[in-house]
């Protein structure tokens, strides 16, 4: 079995792939008339022409009188001209019809009440001076919309102004999701290890939404040839279009394609992108097969490169483009030749430049999506770009949005989500974005210009001090502030009543407990690595000091899955696992940003909710904080 | 009843009154739990933190096999390892549950079957290589979205691979929409003279659905104080926010002031803005109570203005700005000082520039915002713009619509909506913007790079001949390029069956016929005064010459209305009312081009579809038309 799976997918260029995609899809649109009122966002399946004119009479322009207007063709202030009610003229408000003995309108304004029914004018009205004509805004006959129109709300009014209650709009696509995997169970289940849950359904399902398809979730179906057969079969007759999800590659139970083949033709079969490469475009029964890889990043992408633009050519509209945003790389981005790399980045506004810092490259992280501000394409003739140079970013939020976002670098705390959550409170548009690199790699994102604030925990063996000294090594000439934030405890985080007692660092060597650890340039590292040194215990006699985790929680996952393991970190995390915490030490942990930053309104802005009374009630309620944002700044290098 | 009125409004800056309206906002949030499934667009009531790990036990990345990286450590292209199924290797496919005994994953195209269930590697597996740990994408505890955060497919993949199946968002606020006046009637129903239907509702329903909100149109209301009370009472129980529309300024049926005056506080009564001065903001039992202009276009700006940050602020979203474009003003643009000038406009990229011509000012003209490409606003401290000046619009289409809009200029035929609707068929993101501004207003565009195309069909009363001597006298110079289009009919529009037998000019003269006339420069207009002085008649003689139609349909809608009235069109205008034509003249309507685009992709598409077969035959078919774009186009000025 595993000797016979085709390894090799292909490696065609995406543009191509496209094309013959578009090329094999027959369309059938079908035309079906909708209220009006219910049209909202729907694509006009034919022009449309008005029914009736707009206005239907001649209208009153403003309040005033209907006259005649060769009876007052001598008024002047001189000579004012009576007017008598009923005979000579009518009141009319603003849309009042003109009755036909008259032929124009003088504003209310501009007359004089004489007496009962009498009223004079010191100036001449022209003909049909304020008076709006029949079919002034919308002419019988008139072409108001093309076909291939997204109805908007001025058009739903427009339609309803010509006469239409309804209009003829074009059937949605039906788009079947056919999940597919022995591992994938559906959300309501309880899950097991080795067990997904369905949720790419549910992101194919929104994307084919806002498309303006009509999506449809289909069962899950196991890894079996004739059960995919089946289902293929059943949703090519029913569907415009069928999305197969997972076993689109090339693995011992990625049938997807060979079963297309059998039942109908593959056109495509691996493209020269990554991620999101093993893509299959084929046909069964005459309806176009898309097979989207497993993974959440490649399959994104996937529906992005081939299912929006079917959507769009099947309604007969222009493929919606993401906003553009030249932006500078942050930090080098490599790339292979020969296929397209989609790298997922942060991007900020700093010292006025907006830096794009890429996200992790693995297409199984879904967060990496939620958390990306835009996506920057490298093409296959390029082998990457380099730090500081200018590449163009395709955006997922609006660039306001990325405007007021700071920029956080450096090592995790709870708390900086809380602080992002208050400060959104006060002004909605603002939010911190947050790298977790650890402190070291904070301090290193000032240097280079790529974050607004690094949270730091950094403890220097020599003096026992926090922050002050890494600050005044690494950032050389740099005005920067370190901003007093938090006292907070550090300690062992241990399972529940801490079976294995552990106390000291040398109980970790003793009792051949494995150690979770950090990463390299982590506070907490820093503090493990002094503990041992002090304790003259060497990394090797720690088992799992090798292996790196990312974030405090991460570590308390860990520990939580395994009784016999132990990490270092805060009390929060613990907390949030419902693991025991056994206190080490009390460290500083504060934010060192531009000084330029700090006297900047969003600088303001974040200074006083760290200042607010209830951010400070809210994180010290957590257990294991002190906040001391009362404390003065510290001011490095000042010019 | 007149003279008690308040005629004036206030004129108080927009951004005053926008600050004074979210400040008197009392905003009441509720939360509800939705299913994520239907969440798309939803926007989160408080932070969002997982429920469980993604993944949620360590998982092989890759098909390959799980073995224990120690065991590994020697095996060298000169030393391969073996190793055994079952005691010293798995077999994993992407996804599984690395079981408890491996800590590493080998790829399977890194192993060489020796026998059943005996393999060989030839490279050392490091530990932990291959497998996603427990939380790499989603750690337990994480917080996955902020507050106040809409949720996109994406979000809702990440909150199932979370753990939830429901998502808590702000319950969407509640937006009562009342129309008002005697004169508004119901879709449904029979219109009448006088009568205006219902759209605005409808407008505002679709507007506040776009930005979150959950709209609910009301029955209509009279214009009587207290019907006026007595719905503004029970909406503001019910409502978060009450639409009043119409009844806002200071007319005589003006009430809605002085009722939210009694009935509760008004903080605004006007503002400095053209269109959209008589708004009213107030607040009726804790409610704000919004009065909206009847005119659509201040209606939708002042629900822009308002409605739209008032419902952003309720959900705690930044106000989504629309897509700005520096454009260069085509026109001159007169602005009165004090008052902010909204000013729609088409906008089209002629000669690599983005050149925006305004529409009508009129606010009563809903075409205006349908066909509006966007928006400039004149401040109050300008008297206008100057032709040829920098200015930002606001966009209603995305730019690469725009830029591949052709914009038209000149005489107003029916084929020129066919010819837009073929192009767009045949490329979804092409199509033509049609000004009608007359065949000599159409040569001046082309002449100040306006517009790509103008559709003219100027008779020369020396020569008899159509557009030549025309383009020769005010396109001197100029590299352009006159396409034949087409041979169409002039005659007399008028009532079914002729009953005032028109057949000569003289017969207008003769019968005292009110005459339908077109607006200076258009060549309907040209061929009019040419036949009149070929008769000797003087234009005194003929009744309406004075007044001006825009388009050959308005002209029709005239003389539909009016048994007695006459007008001179074109066959298809005549029968698109079902009137009587009577053949004159037929004449050369043809398009004028710049060389530049006559010779750019989209001229070549242009001229394509022009010369298809099925649009000929389409045109043909409207009777009055013979199509001509087998002649050859005449080049002028070639350098």
Redesign the interface.
Same mark, same amino acid.
């Given at each position: 079995m595993?000797?016979k799976?085709k390894?090799y997918l292909e490696d065609k260029p995406r543009d191509i792939a496209l094309k013959e995609c578009l090329e094999h899809f027959e369309v059938n649109r079908v035309t079906e008339e909708v209220r009006?009122?219910e049209a909202?966002g729907r694509i006009t399946a034919q022009?449309i022409y008005a029914n009736?004119? $707009? @206005?239907?009479?001649h209208?009153s322009?403003m =309040?005033g009188i209907a006259v005649r207007a060769e009876m007052t063709i001598d008024a002047h202030e001189n000579n004012p001209v009576h007017l008598h009610e009923g005979t000579e003229f009518v009141?009319v =408000?603003?849309?009042?019809?003109i009755p036909p003995e008259y032929d124009a309108v003088i504003m209310? !304004?501009d007359i004089n *009440?004489v007496s009962e029914g009498v009223i004079e004018i010191i100036a001449p009205a022209t003909?049909?001076q304020r008076i709006? @004509?029949?079919?002034? =805004?919308?002419?019988?006959? /008139? $072409?108001?919309?093309?076909?291939?129109h997204e109805l908007?709300?001025?058009?739903?009014?427009?339609l309803?102004?010509a006469?239409m209650?309804a209009v003829p709009v074009i059937k949605q696509p039906l788009v079947h999701i056919i999940p597919s995997?022995n !591992?994938i169970v559906p959300?309501?289940e309880n899950?097991q290890?080795?067990k997904?849950?369905?949720?790419?359904g549910? *992101?194919?399902?929104?994307?084919v &939404?806002?498309w303006g398809g009509q999506p449809e979730i289909q069962p899950i179906v196991k890894d079996e040839p004739e059960a995919i057969k089946e289902a293929l079969l059943k949703s090519s007759e029913a569907a415009d279009v069928v999305i197969i999800n997972a076993g689109s590659s090339a693995?011992?139970?990625d049938y997807t394609a060979s079963v297309i083949e059998e039942i109908g033709e593959v056109f495509t079969h691996g493209i020269a992108t990554r991620p999101g490469k093993p893509v299959i475009i084929g046909k069964v029964n005459g309806t176009m097969v898309i097979g989207v890889p497993?993974y959440?990043v490649s399959a994104?992408l996937v529906m992005d490169w081939f299912v929006k633009p079917m959507l769009?050519?099947f309604l007969?509209?222009?493929v919606? /483009?993401r906003?553009k945003l030249p932006v500078i790389a942050g930090r080098r981005i490599v790339s292979n030749m020969g296929s397209e790399d989609f790298i997922r980045v942060n991007i900020g506004k700093v010292n006025g430049k907006y830096i794009a810092n890429p996200l992790t490259r693995?297409s199984?992280?879904?967060?990496s999506?939620?958390k990306a501000d835009g996506i920057v394409v490298i093409p296959p003739e390029h082998l990457g770009v380099e730090q500081g140079n200018l590449i163009e970013a395709e955006l997922f939020r609006?660039v !306001?949005?990325i405007e007021?976002t700071i920029l956080f670098s450096g090592s995790h705390d709870?708390c900086i =989500?809380v602080l992002?959550?208050f400060l959104?409170?006060e002004n909605?548009?603002s939010?911190i974005t947050a790298s977790h690199t650890g402190s070291m790699a904070g301090l290193m994102a000032i240097k280079r210009g790529e974050a607004h604030i690094a949270g730091v925990h950094l403890l220097d063996p020599e003096t026992g001090e926090y922050n002050i000294s890494y600050v005044e090594r690494f950032l050389k000439d740099r005005e920067v502030v370190l901003v007093p934030f938090l006292k907070r405890k550090q300690g062992w985080i241990v399972a529940k009543n801490n079976p294995l007692n552990i106390q000291l660092v040398t109980d970790l060597k003793e009792k051949g407990v494995t150690f979770v650890n950090r990463q390299r340039g982590a506070g907490t590292r820093i503090l493990f690595d002094y503990l041992l040194s002090k304790e003259g215990v060497l990394p090797e006699e720690i088992i799992g000091y090798?292996?790196e985790?990312f &974030?405090h929680?991460?570590v308390?996952? /860990?520990v939580? $899955?395994h009784q016999d393991h132990a990490g270092m970190g805060i009390y929060s995390?613990a907390k949030?696992?419902n693991l025991d915490f056994v206190p080490v030490a009390e460290e500083s942990y504060d934010l060192i940003m531009e000084k330029d930053f700090y006297e900047s309104d969003k600088g303001k802005k974040l200074i006083e909710v760290m200042k607010n009374k209830r951010f400070k009630r809210t994180v010290e309620e957590f257990g294991g904080y002190e906040v001391c944002t009362d404390k003065d700044p510290v001011f490095f290098n000042q010019k």
């Open positions: 595993v000797l799976r390894i009006v009122s909202l022009p009736r004119s $707009m @206005p239907h009479y209208a322009a =309040d009141y =408000d603003t849309g009042n019809a209310i !304004e *009440i003909p049909w709006r @004509p029949i079919g002034e =805004d919308i002419t019988y006959g /008139e $072409m108001l919309l093309p076909q291939g908007r709300p001025v058009d739903m009014g427009a309803l102004a006469g209650k995997g !591992e959300v309501e899950i290890p080795g997904i849950i369905e949720f790419n549910t *992101i194919f399902s929104g994307l &939404t806002e693995g011992s139970k497993g959440p994104f769009a050519y007969g509209i222009p919606k /483009e906003q693995s199984s992280v879904t967060m999506l939620v609006p !306001e949005e007021s709870l =989500d992002s959550t959104k409170e909605h548009s939010k090798d292996r985790m &974030t929680l991460a308390s996952a /860990e939580n $899955m995390a949030a696992m």
